[in-house]
């Protein structure tokens, strides 16, 4: 017998769908990148997306409040959809709900859902609901559509592309240590206030995070299509190597282009924390990972929010990062957050994570 | 704080979801069905469906072989699109696995849904995987499509129409109580094996359920598209309230036109259990319920595998099971399986749920 850990996520994955066919007509992309694309009929493509948290795994009621989790488990979905240059139009929300849990509770964690789809304009449409025995279970399905021309996948990126990212990056990891700092100083403690004080931007980054839509409008408005895109759920590094082995490509992205919040510096500095190799690998960031052809880089670099960090190679280049020397290379690594070696981590699998993580990058 | 098990599964679902807007033009018809509708381009409507199982709740992998338990998974997501006249084309396929088990489990479930889709015609196009810290976690969403025109909901049957169901009924729930009772006799006994002679049939609808493709396409052959329509996942019962509910008119069953295998007559008198109530309350049987208007009463009554067993009538005449004196009424009461009560019995559930039933339709 193999041990599911010794595969990872992807390895596993990969294992249960080699040789999948997509026998069906419909079936225009299958596995393998931030949302399926089907083809029915007329010239909108559909895209279907899906993400199952568990209690204990994914989340920690202990200090994420219900609608929060709600908003967030949503939102995750819609950026996917964004991802694809896709618009979210309805999702379907199944729960597992365990005998701690009152009425009021599971409205609270639907307040957060219904919320999030009223911002981005998505219907609930559906969905099944059941006890559980463990925790709490949340299993969203997303339904989007896109034009068939411009869907845009991971797979597209070509040599002299330029690579971009939106909004800044780390920040939503930072607010999960903050978060876990703080669970460990109320431990057996009365009436304990937690002290967010100038972590508030992080906290929100966590806690709150938004999908890029305003990123997908200005593109569109700029007749720009990228050439491959995905979202930042695993971390910038893990989401590069994505993109360049499934476009067969390599990339150098340089260190001191990478957009990183003050706050998520100062909290690097606090923890003693390596902050590249926080904004490299840190997770849940929701933002937009994306290529251009070279011919769009003026029209790119204006864009709000939008920051160009590096350019695609060759594929015989490898993945690295540029130091701030503009010269030295240390190879990106994928050290993103995996779900299914979480339960061989089960005392603070965060903070474990970051060790490996700052221990690897030191040279 | 109100107890979720005061409201039920349907209880639940309309709290959370009342007054959800559908606020996209792509949304025809949301919560509520077997099925969501929606439009987005072209005369073919995307219907879908999603089914979250848990183990300890939905299933019991003493008994369960996990190649059937991935089989039953996708089948009967695959029931709730043809439920709506649809044909179904992809699904995703989100599992949460528990350190209890090895690659090679995860082999034998995922080739049980490879299996079930390779039968069916439909492509898996995502999923999720990550750890789960209790028990076996599966969540399945398909995506269908049917000619707008064709779609049938449980909202359009009418006065005098005709109600049928295919296949027979109350054989998946027998099933279940035989290997309920060989887990009973084999525990703590070593290289116990079970007794299924005679019973090979009622293990196989338990175990191994189809989907109804074939009265589909019956039905399509002789050009009737149903007035309304669902599949029997919680009993025969509860899905003629079901639609007599949302249809706004009553029913008259006839309790001798009940269809009913040898074999699951032979197992209610082994339990001295009312086989009609069996019949009527048992769920899990995936036969499709329909109704069709009464000038198609000759050409559906010819169906291979379908069965007339009553008409629709008024709503306030109320939904009746009428005896096989042809006289006496006894109205209909849905007592369906509620996963979300499941909890509270965790002792045997299917058996206390028996007894309950039986007393309630004697008299």
Known sequence: MTEISSLGEFGLIDRLTAGLPAGHASTVMAVGDDAAQLHYDGSTDVLVTTDLLLEGVHFDLTYVPLKHL???????????????????????????????????????????????????GVDIVGGDTTASRQGLVISITCIGEAPADKVVRRSGAKPTDIICVSGDLGAAYMGLQVLEREKVASAGQRDFVPNFAGKEYLIERQLKPEARRDIIAELAEASIVPTAMMDISDGLSSELIHICKDSHVGC????????????????????????????????????????????????????????????????????????????????????????????????????????????????
Do not use: W
């Open 70 to 120: 709600g908003y967030k488990a949503a939102v995750v979905n819609f950026s996917d959809i964004y991802a694809m240059n896709g618009q979210p139009r309805q999702i379907t929300v199944s729960l597992g709900i365990s005998a701690r849990f009152a009425v009021e509770h599971i409205d609270e964690l639907y307040a957060g859902i219904r919320l999030a789809c009223e911002e981005y």
């Open 252 to 363: 150098r992205v340089y260190e001191d282009r990478i957009p990183i919040d003050y706050q998520t510096a100062v909290m690097a500095e606090e923890l003693n924390m390596n902050l590249v190799t926080a904004a490299l690998n840190g997770g849940e960031d929701y933002e937009l990972l994306f290529t251009v052809p070279l011919a769009d880089h003026d029209r790119v670099k204006d864009l709000k929010g939008v920051h160009v960090i590096g350019y695609i190679t060759d594929e015989d280049k490898g993945c690295a990062l540029v130091g701030s020397d503009g010269e030295s290379e240390i190879p990106l690594r994928a050290q993103g957050f995996n779900p299914l070696a979480a339960e061989e981590v089960p005392e603070e699998p965060k903070q474990a994570n970051v060790e490996a993580k700052s221990s690897d990058s030191e040279k």
